[in-house]
T-cell receptor
């Protein structure tokens, strides 16, 4: 089944403790992206990747890192999480970057930083 | 930056039509999308429309685009309780070569039996 898989689904951590949220897609998609969803703000893009070893900042990249060593994986790294990073995170992928290529979303990771 | 705006809540009775509205500001938008988010799940693409179209119909869904007013709407005919979800309007910017979408805040549709 074609899908975008994120792990974990839920994560509670403390300020400053490094964490990684994994994202994997099995559709051979070139384009991958991370969003955060906050009430009243919709989805805001954190980072995106056009292909292997090519990443770029989205609208809200501060406090996050990503890597794209393989086509299928696009982990989101929080080196020193803070409470304002408490949010619902979504990974998404599409075949390529052109805008007629719909995004496929994972089921989300709900992160709480205390 | 460019904004995509939606009202946050809509409540309808089962069997009625629902109309969810969206306005955007980027005149270079090429594709406009409607996504549905059910509780505990990611966003699922419902439909999309290219900016040179006025209307697109897909079964119970009708998308209307008024490019002059930068207004997009999603009409759901014969709304069912299973349609209760959050609906996101989104646009792509960058003239067609960019899939970096901008999303609205989402409209929570509640369907009452």
């Amino acid at each position: 089944e074609a899908q975008v898989t994120q792990n974990p689904r839920y994560l509670i951590t403390v300020t400053g403790k490094k964490l990684t949220v994994t994202c994997s897609q099995n559709m051979n998609h070139e384009y991958m992206s991370w969003y955060r969803q906050d009430p009243g703000l919709g989805l805001r893009q954190i980072y995106y990747s056009m292909n292997v070893e090519v990443t770029d900042k989205g609208d809200v990249p501060e406090g996050y890192k990503v890597s794209r060593k393989e086509k299928r994986n696009f982990p989101l790294i929080l080196e020193s999480p803070s409470p304002n990073q408490t949010s619902l995170y979504f990974c998404a992928s599409s075949l390529h970057r052109q805008s007629n290529s719909p995004l496929h979303f994972g089921n989300g990771t709900r992160l709480t930083v205390t | 930056g460019e904004d995509v705006e939606q009202s946050l809540f809509l409540s309808v009775r089962e069997g009625d039509s629902s109309v969810i509205n969206c306005t955007y500001t980027d005149s270079s938008s090429t594709y406009l999308y409607w996504y549905k988010q059910e509780p505990g799940a990611g966003l699922q693409l419902l439909t999309y429309i290219f900016s040179n179209m006025d209307m697109k119909q897909d079964q119970r869904l009708t998308v209307l685009l008024n490019k002059k007013d930068k207004h997009l709407s999603l009409r759901i005919a014969d709304t069912q309780t299973g349609d209760s979800a959050i609906y996101f309007c989104a646009e792509t910017t960058g003239g067609g070569n960019n899939n970096d979408m901008r999303f609205g805040a989402g409209t929570r549709l509640t369907v009452k039996p």
